[in-house]
């Protein structure tokens, strides 16, 4: 029952004390306590989640490390590059494109020198490879011609090959009837696009041969001896009768040079700009076309001058005379670098290949040889029932050798034994000059009854360099390819067999720094000074106790060389003695071969 004046209790809340009404400033504490605690716990959150993310990037980055390639090739993810790393280059292309050996690097202490040797050197490495890896990208390649079955290539003639090729090179087999003025000489222009024509009887022509346009013809009215592009194709040299002349594309006369009379044969070094002319009076003389000066003029001593080539590799001039020898010549010096007995008889004609390598010589033996320049040893001897009046080598090696009326080419002469020649072809004249032509496949001959092109495959350079030498420039190109030839023009000066010889480093050695320093000085500021008594008074300064104190000194120095001299002999006896005790106990030791012995 209830007590009277209780109030009803509600079984709920029993044992729960009732909170007292929470004031407005309590409940916005509460708020703020509630949204730390938010913070904090997202926060917490997103800190587990981003270290969760940057554990899986580096497992990411370390597994594509794995498979990336160690050079740094970009792949793409998800796969790995089955061929990693650069692509190996042949070592026979590196070696075709090597500029030059690794030099020898000096002392410690000269750190700089050493720093400049070791970025050419890294410099000239890369220009290597990178040459070795682009020549994959030329498009062009020599081909040679084969015949069919049982079909020796020399029997096929010079129409069937012009009806086998396409037109533009069938054009490029022709004749020129010019019986009245020949034999002719001939040259083709360093770019290959222009022929020069020579005959010996004063008929003097320029062609653009590759369109058959005629760009000047004259007649000197008298006997012409050869004829020779210089620079570029707007001048030209003719040996006259009596002297040297100098002509424009134009044909007018430029210059007429009379200290060069009786020239006979000419050369044309072109990264020099030397005119180098053999004479009939012994001469071997230089011109400069750049300035117009003579450069050397070397009396050689040995008869008349009708045989000369040039070593394109270092522009030494070969010579060959009546004697059976041949000599290579500079314009540094006034004797001869080298002589070679190549044959028994007179040397008829000489070529040399573009590496410098090897020498091809004919002679009045009727032989045919091949010499290694870099030894000066014969490497190959062939007989020729004629004998070879005219010799010239293409870029690719090919020889042609010419015997009266007919012009014979050989392959592969320098490399291995030959035993038929690679081509063949009869014309109606007499050789009279032979010349191959620069980036094409295309043999010049010059004989009696005027000139011949002819058709040899695989002959010239297929892939041409457009800085140096480019058959299709414009005239534009060509004045700023004949600005920049002139400004890098090489002096005559460094001219030498070995041209390697100017990337080495000249050590002088301490006598000689000692000789140049003292020539500065005047004195010799190690020399020992010579010994002056000194004054004393008391009559102590006469002449001759002068005399005695100079001897006195004199044999104190004497005493000191004989001194230093006679402990060498015995340092030497001494080891000479160490010697002989070494060989005996040596000899005394039982060896345990020594049981065969009888």
Same mark, same amino acid.
Request: glycine share 6%; charged share 30%.
């Given at each position: 029952?209830?007590?009277?004046?209780?109030?009803?209790?509600?079984?709920?809340?029993?044992?729960?004390?009732?909170?007292?009404?929470?004031?407005?400033?309590?409940?916005?504490?509460?708020?703020?306590?509630?949204?730390?605690?938010?913070?904090?716990? &997202?926060?917490?959150?997103?800190? !587990? *989640?981003?270290?969760? @993310?940057? #554990? +899986?990037?580096?497992?990411?980055?370390?597994?594509? $490390?794995?498979?990336?390639?160690?050079?740094?090739?970009?792949?793409?993810?998800?796969?790995?590059?089955?061929?990693?790393?650069?692509?190996?280059?042949?070592?026979?292309?590196?070696?075709?494109?090597?500029?030059?050996?690794?030099?020898?690097?000096?002392?410690?202490?000269?750190?700089?020198?050493?720093?400049?040797?070791?970025?050419?050197?890294?410099?000239?490495?890369?220009?290597?490879?990178?040459?070795?890896?682009? &020549?994959?990208?030329?498009?062009? !390649? *020599?081909?040679?011609? @084969?015949? #069919? +079955?049982?079909?020796?290539?020399?029997?096929?003639? $010079?129409?069937?090959?012009?009806?086998?090729?396409?037109?533009?090179?069938?054009?490029?087999?022709?004749?020129?009837?010019?019986?009245?003025?020949?034999?002719?000489?001939?040259?083709?222009?360093?770019?290959?696009?222009?022929?020069?024509?020579?005959?010996?009887?004063?008929?003097?022509?320029?062609?653009?041969?590759?369109?058959?346009?005629?760009?000047?013809?004259?007649?000197?009215?008298?006997?012409?001896?050869?004829?020779?592009?210089?620079?570029?194709?707007?001048?030209?040299?003719?040996?006259?009768?009596?002297?040297?002349?100098?002509?424009?594309?134009?044909?007018?006369?430029?210059?007429?040079?009379?200290?060069?009379?009786?020239?006979?044969?000419?050369?044309?070094?072109?990264?020099?700009?030397?005119?180098?002319?053999?004479?009939?009076?012994?001469?071997?003389?230089?011109?400069?076309?750049?300035?117009?000066?003579?450069?050397?003029?070397?009396?050689?001593?040995?008869?008349?001058?009708?045989?000369?080539?040039?070593?394109?590799?270092?522009?030494?001039?070969?010579?060959?005379?009546?004697?059976?020898?041949?000599?290579?010549?500079?314009?540094?010096?006034?004797?001869?670098?080298?002589?070679?007995?190549?044959?028994?008889?007179?040397?008829?004609?000489?070529?040399?290949?573009?590496?410098?390598?090897?020498?091809?010589?004919?002679?009045?033996?009727?032989?045919?040889?091949?010499?290694?320049?870099?030894?000066?040893?014969?490497?190959?001897?062939?007989?020729?029932?004629?004998?070879?009046?005219?010799?010239?080598?293409?870029?690719?090696?090919?020889?042609?050798?010419?015997?009266?009326?007919?012009?014979?080419?050989?392959?592969?002469?320098?490399?291995?034994?030959?035993?038929?020649?690679?081509?063949?072809?009869?014309?109606?004249?007499?050789?009279?000059?032979?010349?191959?032509?620069?980036?094409?496949?295309?043999?010049?001959?010059?004989?009696?009854?005027?000139?011949?092109?002819?058709?040899?495959?695989?002959?010239?350079?297929?892939?041409?360099?457009?800085?140096?030498?480019?058959?299709?420039?414009?005239?534009?190109?060509?004045?700023?390819?004949?600005?920049?030839?002139?400004?890098?023009?090489?002096?005559?000066?460094?001219?030498?067999?070995?041209?390697?010889?100017?990337?080495?480093?000249?050590?002088?050695?301490?006598?000689?720094?000692?000789?140049?320093?003292?020539?500065?000085?005047?004195?010799?500021?190690?020399?020992?000074?010579?010994?002056?008594?000194?004054?004393?008074?008391?009559?102590?300064?006469?002449?001759?106790?002068?005399?005695?104190?100079?001897?006195?000194?004199?044999?104190?120095?004497?005493?000191?060389?004989?001194?230093?001299?006679?402990?060498?002999?015995?340092?030497?006896?001494?080891?000479?003695?160490?010697?002989?005790?070494?060989?005996?106990?040596?000899?005394?030791?039982?060896?345990?071969?020594?049981?065969?012995?009888?």
């Amino acid at each position: 029952m209830e007590s009277p004046g209780e109030a009803p209790v509600d079984e709920t809340h029993v044992g729960k004390k009732k909170k007292p009404p929470a004031r407005y400033w309590q409940e916005l504490q509460e708020e703020e306590r509630k949204d730390e605690n938010k913070v904090k716990n &997202d926060a917490e959150q997103s800190k !587990e *989640a981003q270290q969760q @993310e940057d #554990d +899986e990037t580096q497992k990411a980055k370390k597994r594509k $490390q794995d498979q990336s390639p160690s050079d740094g090739e970009k792949v793409k993810p998800g796969k790995s590059d089955p061929f990693p790393g650069p692509a190996p280059i042949p070592e026979d292309r590196l070696q075709k494109f090597k500029r030059k050996d690794k030099l020898k690097k000096p002392h410690r202490k000269q750190h700089k020198l050493r720093d400049i040797i070791a970025r050419s050197e890294d410099a000239s490495e890369m220009a290597q490879k990178q040459a070795a890896r682009f &020549d994959l990208l030329l498009p062009e !390649e *020599a081909g040679f011609l @084969e015949g #069919d +079955e049982d079909e020796d290539t020399c029997m096929i003639s $010079q129409e069937d090959i012009a009806e086998a090729v396409d037109i533009t090179s069938g054009a490029k087999y022709f004749n020129l009837k010019l019986s009245q003025f020949g034999p002719y000489r001939l040259d083709y222009s360093k770019t290959g696009r222009h022929l020069l024509l020579g005959g010996r009887r004063g008929h003097v022509a320029c062609i653009d041969w590759t369109s058959k346009q005629l760009m000047c013809e004259i007649n000197v009215m008298e006997s012409v001896n050869d004829v020779k592009w210089l620079h570029s194709e707007a001048m030209y040299a003719v040996a006259q009768k009596k002297w040297l002349y100098i002509y424009d594309s134009n044909g007018i006369e430029l210059h007429c040079i009379r200290k060069f009379n009786d020239v006979l044969r000419m050369q044309f070094l072109p990264y020099h700009f030397l005119l180098a002319t053999a004479s009939a009076t012994s001469f071997l003389q230089y011109l400069d076309v750049s300035v117009g000066k003579e450069v050397a003029a070397i009396c050689t001593k040995t008869g008349r001058l009708d045989v000369m080539c040039q070593n394109p590799h270092n522009a030494i001039i070969h010579l060959g005379h009546a004697n059976g020898t041949v000599t290579l010549w500079s314009p540094n010096q006034k004797e001869a670098l080298v002589k070679m007995l190549c044959h028994q008889g007179g040397v008829r004609s000489v070529a040399v290949d573009k590496t410098g390598t090897y020498m091809v010589t004919s002679g009045m033996d009727k032989k045919l040889k091949v010499y290694d320049i870099r030894a000066f040893k014969p490497l190959k001897s062939y007989f020729l029932p004629a004998g070879a009046a005219c010799l010239s080598l293409s870029q690719k090696g090919l020889l042609s050798a010419a015997t009266g009326d007919v012009v014979q080419v050989y392959k592969d002469v320098c490399s291995m034994p030959v035993t038929k020649p690679y081509m063949a072809h009869r014309l109606r004249g007499t050789v009279w000059g032979l010349h191959f032509c620069p980036f094409e496949d295309v043999l010049g001959v010059g004989h009696g009854d005027g000139f011949t092109s002819m058709l040899v495959p695989g002959a010239g350079e297929p892939n041409f360099d457009g800085l140096d030498a480019n058959p299709y420039r414009s005239a534009k190109q060509r004045q700023e390819w004949e600005v920049k030839a002139l400004m890098e023009k090489i002096q005559p000066d460094l001219i030498s067999l070995d041209p390697t010889e100017l990337a080495q480093v000249d050590q002088a050695t301490w006598e000689q720094r000692h000789q140049d320093r003292v020539e500065v000085l005047g004195f010799d500021p190690l020399a020992k000074e010579k010994f002056v008594p000194k004054y004393k008074k008391k009559g102590r300064s006469s002449a001759g106790a002068i005399e005695r104190r100079k001897k006195q000194v004199a044999h104190e120095e004497q005493r000191d060389v004989i001194r230093k001299s006679v402990e060498d002999k015995v340092k030497m006896e001494k080891e000479r003695k160490e010697r002989e005790r070494k060989k005996a106990a040596l000899s005394t030791q039982k060896s345990a071969l020594d049981r065969f012995k009888k």
